[in-house]
T-cell receptor
């Protein structure tokens, strides 16, 4: 049973560019959340998707947008990249809270 | 607003000994869930243990137990019989409005504690 998968593993972009990160949830999971983790910090919640709708959003600008597809996979898009967007982007999927959210290995984004 | 505080930037423990990682939280919501995650150097967050605010007993999962003191708003993680593979970053997290059976809502994480297990 495959867990949460994310692609790509690493990504290097320059300021002003746009990036799309992808996530496939664990089998049977219908909720996908995205987190940004700066170096040495705890993850920060970006948004959560359920039934193809954004259900909750954290304190991130509109440059951060997302999408969930009918098969529950999800994309995170970031426009007009800033140096401060450099971070590990984690995708998490879940179904029942007591089982915890399952995190993917993350995408390491570097903005130059 | 919900907040998680982990006051120990780093902890050291001898192999086979027990260690406690501290976590305090702040919320005005009477319904919430508390989580501990392990993050090895590879980066993937691994779920360890969950405690609901209405749970009467402390949660346990193998070598992990959660010392839940509701009045003090603390949720410390206890790892018994430490192993070298336990060396990692550990995060405490909380979700408000936790009904014990849904996964709605964001997780708020603390700053983390780096645990180093010595042989």
């Amino acid at each position: 049973d495959a867990g949460v998968t994310q692609s790509p593993t690493h990504l290097i972009k320059t300021r002003g560019q746009q990036v799309t990160l992808r996530c496939s949830p664990k089998s049977g999971h219908d909720t996908v959340s995205w987190y940004q983790q700066a170096l040495g910090q705890g993850p920060q919640f970006i948004f959560q998707y359920y039934e193809e709708e954004e259900r909750q959003r954290g304190n991130f600008p509109d440059r951060f947008s997302g999408h969930q597809f009918p098969n529950y996979s999800s994309e995170l898009n970031v426009n007009a990249l800033l140096l401060g967007d450099s971070a590990l982007y984690l995708c998490a999927s879940s179904f029942k809270v007591r089982l915890g959210e399952y995190f993917g290995p993350g995408t390491r984004l570097t903005v130059l | 607003a919900q907040k998680i505080t982990q006051t120990q930037p780093g902890m050291f423990v001898q192999e086979k000994e027990a260690v406690t990682l501290d976590c305090t939280y702040d919320t005005s919501d009477p319904s919430y869930g508390l989580f501990w995650y392990k993050q090895p150097s590879s980066g993937e967050m691994i779920f360890l243990i969950y405690q609901g605010s209405y749970d009467q007993q402390n949660a346990t999962e193998g070598r992990y137990s959660l010392n839940f003191q509701k009045a003090r708003k603390s949720a410390n993680l206890v790892i018994s019989a430490s192993q070298l593979g336990d060396s990692a970053m550990y995060f405490c997290a909380m979700r408000e409005g936790d009904a014990g059976g849904t996964s709605y809502g964001k997780l708020t994480f603390g700053q983390g504690t780096i645990l180093t297990v010595h042989p």
